[in-house]
T-cell receptor, first 112, second 115 residues
Framework: SQQGEEDPQALSIQEGENATMNCSYKTSINNLQWYRQNSGRGLVHLILIRSNEREKHSGRLRVTLDTSKKSSSLLITASRAADTASYFCATDARGGADGLTFGKGTHLIIQP | DAGITQSPRHKVTETGTPVTLRCHQTENHRYMYWYRQDPGHGLRLIHYSYGVKDTDKGEVSDGYSVSRSKTEDFLLTLESATSSQTSVYFC??????????????FGPGTRLLVL
């Protein structure tokens, strides 16, 4: 199973509304990252939050991290049609291997 | 975009044939990674490299080998392609790894179809 699991799997909202996606993970981490993937494209890094941080902002993005609950949330405020994409959380890989372990993603659709 | 290219971008091959995918970076980053992306699984780590000639296995390494003879190139080889290796393959690079794992920058991907 994946280290990170996003919830919901799909989300459809109206333009201008806020979108919230959640991520849960199983083992302790050094950091947690969020990525965006537009259809047919590579992943783009959005934000990295370290295990000793609780909240981080970047433009219209707000990420929270609760290590006691092993969960994170990504909030996109004032959504735009261009925000339509899949969003993935990623954590340090399990088993001592380097690299990231990704969840299955949340597919976000912004209705104009 | 970070200077990462992948080649080929699309490939159709037959079961049993060898296939090599190439990842090339111009950022001089030490760490390079190969992932595969399949519906219902997200991205999964195949192999990674932490320097020239230094590579290690990831979560789904069976059936794959890698080589890194130069900082800028990381090759992924399917020795004998199988239909289960039909996937989209992404290369990624990073300045830091291990406990200093940092942001990863991804290439555009290679779509591989094994018939």
């Amino acid at each position: 199973s994946q280290q990170g699991e996003e919830d919901p799997q799909a989300l459809s909202i109206q333009e201008g509304e806020n979108a919230t996606m959640n991520c849960s993970y199983k083992t302790s981490i050094n950091n947690l990252q969020w990525y965006r993937q537009n259809s047919g494209r590579g992943l783009v890094h959005l934000i990295l939050i370290r295990s000793n941080e609780r909240e981080k902002h970047s433009g219209r993005l707000r990420v929270t991290l609760d290590t006691s609950k092993k969960s994170s949330s990504l909030l996109i405020t004032a959504s735009r049609a261009a925000d339509t994409a899949s969003y993935f959380c990623a954590t340090d890989a399990r088993g001592g291997a380097d690299g990231l372990t990704f969840g299955k993603g949340t597919h976000l659709i912004i209705q104009p | 975009d970070a200077g990462i290219t992948q080649s080929p971008r699309h490939k159709v091959t037959e079961t049993g044939t060898p296939v090599t995918l190439r990842c090339h970076q111009t950022e001089n980053h030490r760490y390079m990674y190969w992932y595969r992306q399949d519906p219902g699984h997200g991205l999964r780590l195949i192999h990674y490299s932490y320097g020239v000639k230094d590579t290690d296995k990831g979560e789904v390494s069976d059936g794959y080998s890698v080589s890194r003879s130069k900082t800028e190139d990381f090759l992924l080889t399917l020795e004998s392609a199988t239909s289960s290796q039909t996937s989209v393959y992404f290369c990624a690079i990073s300045r830091g790894g291990g406990r200093a794992l940092e942001t990863q920058y991804f290439g555009p991907g290679t779509r591989l179809l094994v018939l």
